[in-house]
């Protein structure tokens, strides 16, 4: 079954410091989302993406965050100037047709801030 | 509270017991979503039910929806020990479809050999 991709499992980066999580959509889905989960916390969107373009973004996403597309397969969330705060899971997910169809989640980059 | 709030918000049965878990939310909504987060990885998809809709099974789950008490509740029945995880609700509220899940604080299943 397709399944969704995320690299690395676990990213290890200095407070200030810029990193770029990645994940691989199942192929077919046009929906792309990133969401993230502080340990012990219910999960929280990020951000939407649809058609080449942001659709939605919460009040987390800020200037710090950024996502891209840059080819046909690979979804990509851009942090900047990290914090402490930062430190979470992100996940992301795609579907085949928004939020009224089931959302296909990878399993997470685990992101610490030192 | 906040949108989507699931009780209780953990919960231990012996296996082949029934589990029920609950979750409330706010907001008029398109549909309502179950999802299983087993430790350390990330959510599973387990069913969608619509607005419209106010019962629905799949396989040993049950889902109901009550769109006037805003309320839904996930019935696993016969569990087994492969079904100890968390447990959360997601709504649909967008107006277009495309947009964001809001998910519960979620239930953590123990299921006891």
């Known amino acids: 079954e397709p399944e969704v991709t995320q690299t690395p499992s676990h990213q290890v980066t200095q407070m200030g410091q810029e990193v770029i999580l990645r994940c691989v959509p199942i192929?077919?889905?046009?929906?792309f989302y990133w969401y993230r989960q502080i340990l012990g916390q219910k999960v929280e969107f990020l951000v939407s993406?649809?058609?080449?373009?942001?659709?939605?973004k919460s009040e987390i996403f800020d200037d710090q965050f950024s996502v891209e597309r840059p080819d046909g397969s690979n979804f990509t969330l851009k942090i900047r100037s990290t914090k402490l705060e930062d430190s979470a899971m992100y996940f992301c997910?795609?579907?085949?047709?928004?939020?009224?169809?089931?959302?296909?989640f990878g399993d997470g980059t685990r992101l610490s801030i030192l | 509270s906040q949108q989507g709030e699931e009780d209780p918000q953990a919960l231990s049965i012996q296996e082949g017991e029934n589990a029920t878990m609950n979750c409330s939310y706010k907001?008029?909504?398109?549909?309502l979503q179950w999802y299983r987060q087993n430790s350390g990885r990330g959510l599973v998809h387990l069913i969608l039910?619509?607005?419209?809709?106010r019962e629905k099974h799949s396989g040993r789950l049950r889902v109901t929806l009550d769109t006037s008490k805003k309320s839904s509740s996930l019935l696993i029945t016969a569990s087994r020990a492969a079904d100890t995880a968390s447990y959360f609700c997601?709504?649909?509220?967008?107006?277009?479809?495309?947009?964001?899940?809001?998910f519960g604080t979620g239930t953590r299943l123990t299921i006891i050999p």
């Open positions: 039910i619509r607005s419209n809709e």
């Open positions: 192929s077919n889905h046009l929906y």
């Open positions: 907001t008029s909504i398109n549909n």
């Open positions: 997910a795609s579907s085949e047709a928004g939020a009224r169809q089931p959302q296909h």
């Open positions: 997601a709504t649909d509220e967008s107006d277009f479809g495309n947009e964001k899940l809001t």
């Open positions: 993406f649809y058609n080449n373009e942001i659709s939605e």
